[in-house]
């Protein structure tokens, strides 16, 4: 079982940077694939990032040169840094867990994310 609590989220002004991190309790992380996923308002929710246990990264071409995904295993936390933000990428961010990349196990409860013009 893991447990996964983001951070960082909130009020950003369109061209600003934000980090968000993903805090995550229980064992074997290492073994876990991590992503972000992301749901506006009145959308579905959609793939953002993700990076594999050994740090392959993958990205959502809305997202890809703008957003960079890692994790540092020994601390238990993956981080999403968000640079050029844009109005569009205004949303809850949800971070997951699973050992496959693409079928996350695990969620967070989300943190909100607001752009403005």
């Known amino acids: 079982q893991v447990q996964l609590v983001e951070s960082g989220g909130g009020l950003v002004q369109a061209g600003g940077s934000l980090r968000l991190s993903c805090a995550a309790s229980g064992r074997n992380f290492g073994r876990y694939a991590m992503g972000w996923f992301r749901q506006a308002p009145g959308k579905e929710r959609e793939f953002v990032a993700s990076?594999?246990?050994?740090?392959?990264?993958c990205y959502a071409n809305s997202v890809k040169g703008r957003f960079t995904i890692t994790r540092v295993n020994t601390e238990s936390t993956a981080y999403l840094q968000m640079n050029s933000i844009k109005p569009e990428d205004t949303a809850v961010y949800y971070c997951?867990?699973?050992?496959?990349?693409?079928?996350?196990?695990?969620w967070g409860q989300g943190t909100q994310v607001t752009v403005t013009s």
């Open positions: 997951s867990a699973g050992v496959q990349v693409t079928t996350p196990d695990y």
């Open positions: 990076i594999t246990w050994c740090g392959v990264p």
